[in-house]
Structure formats: C-alpha cells, structure tokens
C-alpha cells in the first residue's frame, strides 16, 4: 500500500490525517512516492520507510556517528501498563485491551532523567499525544548490554569466591 492510499483510507487516524502527513514529511521524506516514506502505523513513526515499516538505517546516510550513551535510569522510569482502549477520535479501538506505555509518563521519564530519545512522543498536537515505542529499541539494546556485562563480572567474581572456598583446607 502506498503512504498516500494510506492516508486516504480511515486507518484509525480520524481527523489527524493530515497531521500525520504533516509530520511524516520532511526534505527527505515524500509521502506521494510508491510506499516508502512516512508513518507507517498508529505510534507515528518517522522518517524514511520500506516495505512493512523498516526504517533507513545505512551507515551511508548518517554522519556524527556516536555510540549511545545507556540509561537505566530513564527505562526504570518507565511505566508499562496493560489498559483497554477508550478512543476519544476512533470509537473502532474502544473496549480492545492492550499492552504498551503511557506518553504522559515516557515525557515525565525523559525530563526526570535529562535522558533524551528524539521523536520518542510526538506532541504537535497536546490534546493526541503519541508514542514511537520503536524509538526505545536502542536505548533498550544498550542497557542490555551493560547489563550483560554486569551480569558477567557478578559471574567471575562469584566462580572465583566458590573456587577460593573449595580449595581452603577445613
């Protein structure tokens, strides 16, 4: 499917078509091509898109390539709630439950922390706040990672306790 039958069909978006197609565009970013730009579903994402949402990621077309800094602390701020659905623009939600965030809460996590995750809440519009939950996959990459290596220190220093135990005379 095209971004602009995308557009143009109901899909879930109410009234916010058009606001929507506003934050999908950019010099990049061209929502009468073939499908490939724009938002791609109901958390908004942005940027340039493939086939089924995958977004650009070519090394090619990045400059100031830093590793990400971790916080913890930002994601034990997070709240992940289970909820049902009570639209207030598309009654065809209503009633359905669900998993996910609350964008009030990721906001309140980046401010609290000073940790910043650009795109994460779009809040062009303060009365349909949305959230662009695959903004948290990289962060969440690299906590696992430190964690891992915590994990992984815990391990050695624990083998070594045991093994210094076990060769202590009784």
Do not use: H
């Amino acid at each position: 499917m095209s971004a602009a039958s995308f557009f143009n069909n109901n899909n879930s978006f109410g009234n916010y078509s058009n606001y929507y197609k506003t934050i999908g565009s950019s010099k990049c970013c061209n929502l009468a091509s073939a499908g490939q730009t724009g938002p791609t579903g109901p958390q908004g994402q942005i940027g340039p898109t493939g086939p089924s949402g995958v977004t650009t990621s070519d090394e090619r077309d990045k400059t100031d390539i830093q590793p990400l800094e971790p916080s913890l602390e930002f994601l034990k701020k997070l709240q992940p709630v289970r909820f049902t659905w009570n639209m207030r623009l598309d009654e065809t939600m209503r009633g359905q439950p669900d998993v996910g965030f609350i964008a009030q809460n990721m906001l309140k996590a980046q401010q609290d922390t000073g940790y910043s995750i650009p795109n994460l809440v779009i809040d062009k519009d303060p009365e349909y706040l949305l959230a662009n939950y695959s903004r948290l996959i990289p962060t969440m990459a690299q906590v696992i990672q430190l964690l891992d290596e915590r994990i992984c220190v815990l391990e050695n220093k624990l083998l070594n306790i045991i093994a210094s135990v076990s060769t202590d005379p009784i």
